[in-house]
């Protein structure tokens, strides 16, 4: 044996240039020599590494099991460790493959060689492949469709859970099976067909009918592509989609689309396609009629060659490019020199590959139009409304009477029904219906009705409807004459009001002056009696004291009903001159309070106010305010001794009114028993308290001379809720 090849450098240059790593470490890890190949690859010198313990390299999450497998490889001769990471000089890990030799007998040794490689780019590379076989069978088995192998000789051998699902077998129904076993024998050939030609290397996609489990058919679109390992097909794979509803569909477009055909054909206008070169793509026989020509001489022939006069319809062309262009659709007229000179009204709409035009050929309904224009001459000077009517009710003319009381123009009003255009929620239904009957049977209405005007003013129409009947019987036309009443029912609705208005005045004023009358005779003939009485007395008795006494009491009580007196007829000649302004109505609440609360005099209570802050009513505040301090006084005044006072105001807005309600939990009272006297003057209803039966009288007559109303409900010993109504708000 050559000598070199036994010296140490041999050795040594072995060790530097081996792929894999010899090093010795001891039973601590430890490293105890290092080969040279370590620094090519891992980029330490082998000096670095001696007396550092080889775990300190290892990445944390690969240390406890690498220590574990070292430790029960130290009884062992020989063992293999789990891959672990290797921390690089530069920072990076590398995944390692090492074995461990027990070399601790050794007398050169003493220790335990490992031989270890880097075998990062095997690992990366198996988790690529483990990454791509888990992306492969995550869109095979949760695909939506249905996905499926076919082997070459046509069977099924891997299928998802779709399958079953589409075809109603299980899996071991379907896998081991060949695929024409599910194929309808209508469909076996093409299927046969894209077989063959995808084991030739070709992908095809086809679509067939599938026969379910008891024999339930199923359309499938399905795309099947050639699997080709190093060059050879070895198998198919497939993508199967239910597409019955979409053939299901396709089959309902087809016969809407055949009806819409059959509608086309029948109806007595002219309807006609073009794509976008102006070529007839359809044209229905009432066209084809219309022009003098067969469909054959129409469909697919240029516009201009079938019907020269188009050439001429600038506005037709300019609004079909539009419609071309926006998508939408557009109605206009124009007038041609076809024949004796026609007027045709086109309305064209967008479609798949070009327009679809509607075409009627307006020029007696123009002329007819024209002739009414001219009779509307004579109809248009009066200012009685006039309107004219087509057979089925709808306007087609209006004089300018009708537009200055509607605000609405013939352009605005032509063909709509007056109903539609006039009415509005008060407008009366029943009287509609009468109307309508009316001129379904051709005869003549006369009648009140109300309708709206173009700014939503509500007015009243006195109405006559006249039928113009042809030749035979049946009405042709419709005159309508409309004379509006609107003011003269304001006024009436006015002088209505007033007479009421006054009949509730002098009903109130017969009450107060019934009331006053009373309570004035009473002091006064106690003080007539009195004066009798004192006159006769001699100033030494102990009686003149006492009738003297009695006598200024009653001077007294004479004395506050005149002064109730003043007040009343005050607030009554003060309502001409009242003022109203924005008030706040919390504001005005709390006000009230602060008044009424101090009379608790320290009792407990509950004050609960629903109102909005920024809240304002129109009205007067003071009126108000007054109204408000003897609601809440009344509430202190009568609530039960061993409860706490609970008074809550709720505030809510209604359309066009306001409602504000005052509950307490007081003693309450048995309405039943005077409801009507509840709010007249010196009425009392509670014994034992103070009083003269005046507060709820003003409150009453505060709230009228506001315009607005009061009512209460209330139950013994159940408390009292007092409804003030208001007719707006600021």
């Known amino acids: 044996m050559d000598k070199t090849l036994q010296s140490p450098k041999f050795y040594l240059f072995l060790l530097e240039n081996s792929n894999d790593l010899i090093s010795i470490i001891d039973e601590q890890g430890n490293y105890q020599f290092v080969g040279g190949s370590v620094k090519a690859i891992l980029g330490y010198s082998p000096e670095e590494m001696v007396g550092n313990c080889a775990f300190g390299y290892i990445h944390e999450e690969d240390r406890d099991a690498t220590a574990g497998a070292l430790n029960n490889a130290l009884g062992e001769k020989l063992a293999s460790l789990p891959y672990f990471r290797f921390r690089h000089k530069t920072g990076e890990w590398r995944w390692m493959d090492c074995t461990v030799s027990n070399m601790v007998d050794n007398p050169f040794i003493r220790g335990y060689v490992t031989n270890t490689r880097d075998i990062t780019e095997k690992v990366e590379e198996e988790r690529r492949k483990l990454r791509a076989q888990a992306h492969y069978e995550s869109m095979f088995y949760n695909h ?57 290397g070709n992908s095809r996609y086809l679509e067939l009918q599938a026969v379910r489990q008891g024999e339930e058919k199923v359309y499938l679109g399905i795309t099947i592509m050639p699997v080709i390992v190093e060059g050879e097909i070895v198998s198919i794979q497939g993508i199967a989609k239910d597409i019955t509803l979409q053939r299901k569909l396709e089959e309902v477009e087809r016969e809407q689309a055949e009806q819409l055909r059959n509608i086309m054909e029948s109806v007595p206008e002219s309807f006609f396609s073009l794509d976008q070169s102006w070529h007839f793509t359809y044209a229905n026989a009432h066209y084809a009629s219309y022009i003098g020509k067969s469909r054959q001489e129409i469909v697919g022939k240029c516009i201009k060659e079938v019907f020269p006069a188009a050439a001429d319809l600038s506005t037709f062309y300019s609004e079909c490019v539009k419609v071309l262009q926006t998508g939408l659709p557009s109605s206009f007229e124009e007038l041609i020199y076809y024949g004796d000179g026609r007027r045709l009204s086109f309305q064209v709409f967008p479609s798949r ?72 929620e008060e407008a009366e239904g029943l009287v509609q219906s009468k109307i309508r009957k009316k001129m379904a049977k051709g005869k003549p209405f006369k009648g009140e009705v109300v309708n709206y005007s173009k700014n939503g003013q509500q007015k009243r129409f006195k109405l006559e409807i006249i039928p ?154 003071v009126y108000l305010l007054e109204s408000l301090k003897q609601l809440f006084s009344n509430a202190v005044k009568f609530r039960q001794a061993d409860k706490e006072l609970m008074l809550e105001v709720n505030l809510i807005q ?60 209330s139950a013994p010993a159940q408390g009292t809720t007092f409804t003030l109504k208001f007719k707006c708000h600021a």
């Open 144 to 200: 939506p469709d249905a996905v499926f192998e076919l082997h070459s000789d046509g069977c099924f051998t891997k299928v998802n859970s779709s399958v079953s699902q589409v075809l109603g077998y299980e899996d071991s129904q379907i896998l081991g099976v060949h695929f024409s076993r599910f194929v309808h024998e209508q469909y076996l050939p093409l299927a046969m067909e894209a077989f063959v030609s995808t084991m030739q």
């Open 353 to 424: 590959n070009g327009v679809s035009v509607n075409l009627v050929d307006v020029t007696e309904k123009a002329a007819e139009k024209n002739r009414l224009e001219k009779l509307a001459l004579v109809a248009s000077k009066t200012t009685t409304g006039v309107v004219m009517l087509d057979r089925f009710g709808r306007i087609e003319w209006v004089n300018s009477a009708f537009e200055e009381t509607t605000g609405y123009g013939l352009q605005e009003a032509y063909w709509q029904y007056p109903g539609d255009l006039l009415g509005g």
């Open 468 to 621: 113009v009947l042809g030749e035979d019987g049946q009405p042709v036309k419709y005159i309508s004459i409309r004379y509006d009443v609107t003011e003269i029912r304001q006024k009436e609705d006015q002088l209505l009001k007033i007479t009421r208005d006054l009949s509730e005045q002098i009903r109130n004023l017969q009450q107060f002056s019934y009331m006053v009358s009373h309570n004035l005779r009473a002091p006064a003939a106690n003080i007539q009696g009195l004066v009798a009485l004192i006159g006769a007395l001699s100033k030494d008795t102990p009686f003149f004291d006492e009738a003297v006494s009695k006598l200024a009491l009653a001077a007294g009580n004479l004395d506050v009903v005149i002064r109730d007196m003043n007040h009343i007829l005050s607030i009554r000649e003060r309502s001409s001159l009242l003022k109203t302004e924005a008030v706040n109505v919390l504001e005005v609440c709390e006000e009230a309070l602060s008044c009424v609360l101090p009379r608790l005099k320290g009792g407990g209570h509950t004050i609960s106010l629903n109102i909005n802050k920024n809240f304002t009513l129109s009205s007067n505040r």
């Open 654 to 713: 209604m359309k066009g009114k306001t409602e504000l309600t005052i509950r307490d939990n007081g003693i309450g009272m048995d309405i039943s028993l005077g409801n009507k006297d509840i709010f007249q003057l010196y009425k009392r209803f509670h014994q034992g308290y103070e009083g003269r039966g005046v507060g709820l009288f003003l409150v009453r007559t505060y709230l009228e001379e506001l315009g607005a109303t009061i009512r209460v409900e």
